[in-house]
């Protein structure tokens, strides 16, 4: 079965330090997302992303996250200036078409430690 | 915005007995329920949906019950294994095009054999 691939699975960096998350969604797929989740937390939304451009982006997407589809496959979270609070997994997500309804298939996540 | 609210946090079941979980959820906009569960180091994968148009859903040992009047949904899994051990989580979505999925704060799950 297809599913949505991230690299890498345990990212450690400076607090400071730019770092980029990557992801692979399903081939066929749309409509991308990224999601948080800090330890023994709540998923949390961050951001959707369609035709190349932002849909809708949550509180915590600030200026320092952005969000770019470079290729046909490859979609990326970018973090410019970590914190150390920007410690969590963060998940990508895909979904098929724009009906209502379909179902969003979530990649393993990346373990984002900041130091 | 959206909450979704989940009981109970955690949740122990001798193998074979049945599990259910609740969640209740603030926005009448909502129309669409799914289900995932995590296991340890792996992302949320989808169980079992629900949308609201539909008040029960069934598939093999889970199933889902949906009351939009008051705003709860359920998850039942019958006949409980080891393998289910994992966290829960439910969630709500408005169902449009790009709708982000708000989740519930999770259940953990464990099934003692």
């Known amino acids: 079965e297809p599913e949505v691939t991230q690299t890498p699975s345990h990212q450690v960096t400076q607090m400071g330090q730019e770092v980029i998350l990557r992801c692979v969604p399903i081939s066929n797929h749309l409509y991308f997302y990224w999601y948080r989740q800090i330890l023994g937390q709540k998923v949390e939304f961050l951001v959707s992303f369609y035709n190349n451009e932002i849909s809708e982006k949550s509180e915590i997407f600030d200026d320092q996250f952005s969000v770019e589809r470079p290729d046909g496959s490859n979609f990326t979270l970018k973090i410019r200036s970590t914190k150390l609070e920007d410690s969590a997994m963060y998940f990508c997500?895909?979904?098929?078409?724009?009906?209502?309804?379909?179902?969003?298939?979530f990649g393993d996540g990346t373990r984002l430690s900041i130091l | 915005g959206e909450n979704v609210e989940q009981h109970p946090s955690t949740l122990s079941v001798q193998e074979g007995d049945s599990a259910v979980i609740k969640c209740t959820y603030s926005d009448s906009a909502s129309n669409y329920f799914p289900w995932y569960k995590q296991e340890l180091g792996k992302g949320p994968q989808l169980i079992i949906d629900i949308r609201s148009n539909v008040g029960e859903k069934k598939d093999q040992r889970i199933a889902v019950t949906l009351n939009k009047t008051a705003k709860h949904f359920s998850l039942h899994i019958t006949e409980t294994q080891p393998e289910d051990s994992a966290v829960y989580f439910c969630a709500a979505s408005k169902g449009t095009s790009y709708d982000k999925v708000i989740f519930g704060p999770g259940t953990s799950l464990s099934v003692i054999p």
């Open positions: 997500a895909s979904r098929e078409t724009g009906g209502s309804n379909q179902p969003q298939h």
